[in-house]
């Protein structure tokens, strides 16, 4: 059985990326670097590398085969090729690109920096110390997946122990974490059962 730390660096977790996330990082690749010292030109010549990096991404699309993706956004577009492409030109992605990063899998995302991933290390693994029982009020044995709970109940007590440091002397801290605690856990029993259908 796999430990959390050998989970958490599963690279199965880039494929929960976010399409714009992985865009940006497929363009990046093929981006020419810029030296950040170079002032506010930097935005506009980034701006620019990113419309020619879309040019020389689109020089692989001979090269790559179908993989069926693309069919399946135009299926939801109503084979509407042009409507797609507005869709992704909303999002400030080229469609032509995306269909060669859909196509590309030898392409590894980067995932470990994301925001949602470093909360979810900081969920599972800097929590242990923090004793739940001590802010809920009754038999944690009656909490619906209490133990699949524990991480991110923990979690948020650290969020409000560290955000009720300063000038929260009058509040019952105890209380009020309490309180929370019993919406994250209502929410993770939902989310729990949802698992289980």
């Known amino acids: 059985m796999m430990s959390i730390q050998e989970q958490l660096n599963n690279s199965r977790w880039s494929d ?86 859909f196509n590309d899998t030898d392409f590894t995302y980067e995932f470990s920096q994301t925001l949602w991933h470093q909360e979810l290390r900081k969920t599972f693994l800097e929590n242990e110390h923090l004793e739940i029982e001590y802010f809920i009020e009754g038999d944690t044995e009656e909490i619906p997946f209490f133990e699949f709970s524990r991480p991110f109940l923990q979690r948020s007590i650290q969020i409000m122990t560290e955000g009720l440091i300063d000038g929260y002397d009058w509040l019952d801290k105890r209380r009020v974490t309490g309180l929370v605690l019993k919406t994250v856990s209502d929410k993770v029993f939902h989310m729990s059962a949802k698992s289980m259908n």
């Not at 981006?31 to 040019?55: F, H, L, R, Y």
């Open 16 to 101: 929960a990326l976010y399409l714009t996330e992985k865009y940006k990082q497929f363009v990046q690749q093929y981006t020419p670097s810029v030296p950040d010292d170079i002032g506010e030109a930097v935005t506009d010549i980034k701006e620019e590398n990113i419309v020619a990096s879309d040019q020389s991404v689109d020089k692989f699309v001979e090269k790559t085969s179908d993989s069926g993706r693309m069919q399946l956004w135009l299926n939801k577009f109503f084979q509407d090729k042009e409507h797609l492409s507005d869709r992704f030109r909303a999002e400030s992605m080229n469609v032509d690109t995306v269909q060669v990063l």
